[in-house]
């Protein structure tokens, strides 16, 4: 796949790609493992994920765009 992708490892979560399959399967720009959190991390850990969203999207999002 073309897309650049972006993989967020969290210890609780219900099942976790190998590292192996996402270099292979999509065009991986970041893996990041965190120490808490799961399934639910927007919930969990918000603030986390929000900062791992923004450290890949950078600029590059269109959310501001869309979302005012």
Known sequence: ???S???????????K???NWGTSLYNLQQWTVYSK???FAAKEEP???AQDMQK???NKAVFG????
């Open 1 to 3: 796949m073309q897309v």
């Open 5 to 15: 992708t972006a993989v967020a490892v969290f210890p609780k979560e219900i099942y």
């Open 17 to 19: 790609m190998p590292k």
């Open 37 to 39: 959190g799961g399934h």
């Open 47 to 49: 603030e986390t994920l």
């Open 56 to 58: 890949f999207f950078g």
């Open 65 to 68: 765009q869309i979302f005012h």
